[in-house]
């Protein structure tokens, strides 16, 4: 079974641990969770592999739907 992807931007490194823990806890054998604390971090690593995106709305330098819409034309 393949792994499924899950990539968690936020800039509160709060939200990302809380998230991260969640999805793991869970989910751990067949999940993978990256986690980005700004989203220019995680921008070159968007790609059309990700099965689920978790992204802040309001982060500094770039709002959450562009990032969101940046992703879809991945």
């Not at 709060?14 to 990256?34: G, H, P, Q």
Request: charged letters at 30%; hydrophobic letters at 40%.
């Amino acid at each position: 079974m393949n792994r499924k992807r899950v990539v968690i931007v936020d800039d509160s490194v709060a939200f990302c641990d809380l998230w991260s823990n969640f999805i793991n806890e869970r989910y751990e054998d067949v999940v993978t969770v990256e986690v980005y604390t700004h989203p220019y971090d995680a921008l070159p690593k968007i790609d059309g592999a990700i099965d689920l995106l978790i992204c802040d709305l309001e982060m500094p330098g770039m709002d959450g739907k562009k990032f969101v819409d940046y992703a879809r034309q991945k």
